[in-house]
């Protein structure tokens, strides 16, 4: 195992497409699957309802740490633990996302990193866990941009 998940995916998107979809809060809802209550803002935090089927009685509670468009959005969320609860006592993952240009469109990667930080007892799970999560959103965006 390691501290970090990468993902990347090549979409058959133009990079302000892809921009969009990831930094305008209502868009990023419809293929994240989650309600958010304001506009992403550099250093404010990021609030809403997960509509997930299966995880709707989970919040959504990030924290926007870059928007250098068009290149990186980034943002830290709260570790859970097994029963979906924030545990304010562990440090918080950083998701990063990162465009690049390709002559397809763009390259889309995303590194969840900080796993490293947890209890070594629910260290693999959480990793297991947001590795299958992250594999199914570039899906998501990948449908969501091409469509």
Aim: aromatic letters at 12%; charged letters at 35%.
């Amino acid at each position: 195992m390691t501290d970090r998940i990468e993902k990347t995916v090549e979409l058959n998107a133009p990079v302000d497409r892809v921009w969009r979809a990831l930094t305008d809060h209502r868009e990023f809802g419809e293929w994240f699957k989650v309600r958010l209550d304001q506009p992403f803002v550099p250093g404010a935090e990021s609030t809403g309802q997960m509509t997930y089927p299966g995880f709707e009685h989970m919040p959504w509670r990030a924290e926007v740490v870059a928007m250098d468009e068009p290149r990186l959005f980034s943002f830290r969320w709260p570790h859970m633990d097994e029963q979906q609860k924030v545990r304010e006592d562990w440090s918080w993952a950083v998701v990063e996302f990162r465009l690049e240009p390709t002559d397809a469109g763009t390259r889309l990667t995303v590194t969840e990193s900080g796993f490293d930080a947890l209890p070594p007892e629910r260290r693999d799970e959480a990793y297991r866990s947001n590795e299958g999560g992250w594999e199914e959103q570039m899906g998501n965006i990948k449908a969501h941009v091409e469509r």
